[in-house]
């Protein structure tokens, strides 16, 4: 399976570069379009658990979908498998709706996904191909379970304006359920005024840009959601990736259809396209994507994009492309702050109606900063454990519970940087940590490096001690204890101490 989805990428990546070359029908060549369909179906799927990994987030998808296979494709019905009862009784409770609707915006003639207990390998037999995904049963029977019609999760309003081509706009994504905080707040008024007023001067296009995981799918998704759901006329949105409209594109290329889909894409009245870096060195797409980004804008279309860096960071594009995207609003999602996170959680528990104390938000919001992807995996993650085993949340059941990925979230400070950076805070030399000078200029701070060294590394005492001068063990517990003590008697040294802890962890 691995190795196929590789000879998958490498097959559609070579075939950006073969857009000037005729591509022959696939009725003539029988093999082929055998096996041009089955490589279809494994492209699908790939795109279908790399979005399901993109919507639920790295957390819950190691610990529930990692192990998620393709079974079968039959007709309208797909089956996948998962190593155990337990595995497929989750994910059948959890997950069946969101795989049937990635399913079916992949491929539509997909009606239904068979959760299951199985082995591995795939079997994708279709005997005859024809064009646009579709394909002929392989004589499988298969028992029907646990399946949710797509359509009925969906907001038929964003249904009804929605492009065929476009992929469904996530109803969880709307401008309510995203937590503003100064990181984002820039970001999220423009977001706002292109829902509101589509195409204005100087927001057209509108460019979103951020780190991995920090709401610009998000903030894309709202401004469907909210467009769709105006009551004045209905307004033609098309939300897709990149790299889903290079696959359109190479699709129409294959099925001689390039000017249907030219024409499908030109008729929308907001195209938003997420993750535009996907295109650097696919530049047939990138070409193909700057017509169309100019016959939109030039007939007064809004188009808003999202990317990692900002236009003139992507190297990579072309520059009148690069140039053309820089035009109108170039918005940046910033990195969270501590608050923000916070207030994410608070926003996301209250949402699930789960009781989390605030330490252990603080907890979170402290140690998982990155990415807010992760950071709501992990409460899900909490939460779901709560639910399963009915207990409820502690600080202890959290570390238990969140062990993995804390560990690949410590952020191995270094007990020297720790050292230097108390150091220059209190204005004292580097090498006092380790001398013997016992007066209260020195030893203080000496006393918080300890301390901070025992939070913030998985380090002993005698081996703190050690980076200390050779200090015993019993020395480095005293500061700890020492300076805990002042923290909870002097605001002032605290947040001092809080101050430093923050610069280290981030
Ligand atoms: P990006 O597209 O920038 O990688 P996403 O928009 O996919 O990030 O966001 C990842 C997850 O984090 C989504 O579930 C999203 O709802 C959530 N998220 C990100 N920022 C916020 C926010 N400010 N408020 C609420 N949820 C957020
Ligand atoms: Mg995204």
Redesign the pocket.
Known sequence: MESNQGNTKTKMAALDGFTTHPIPARSAVEQAAHEDVAVQLLEQWNRVRNRLQ?EVGDVEYRTWLRQITLGSVDGDEVTVHLPTRFLRDWVRGHYADKLNALWQSENKRIRRVDIRVGGIGVSVAPSVAEPDDAFRPDGTVIEVAATVKASERSDPRAEASRPEMAAPLDTR?EFD????GKP?EFAYACARRVAERPSSPGFNPLFLY?G???????LMHAIGIELSRRDTAPIQVAYMSAEKFMYRFIAAIRSQSTMEFKEQLRSVDVLMVDDLQFLIGKDNTQEEFFHTFNALVDAGKQIVV?ADKSPSDLSGLEDRLRTRLGCGMVAD?HATTFELRIS?LE?KASRAEAEVPPKVLEFLAHKITSN??EL?GSLNRLIAHANLFGRPITLESTQEVLHDILKAHDRRVTIEEIQKRVAEHWNIRLADMSSARRARAVARPRQVAMYLAKQLTSRSLPEIGRKFGNRDHTTVMHAVSRVTELIAQDADFGERVELLRRMLES
Do not use: D, P, Y
């Open positions: 993109q994504f359920s995203f937590v503003v984002n951020g991995v995981g920090l709401g610009k799918t998000h999202s999602l994410i926003a807010v992807r709501e």
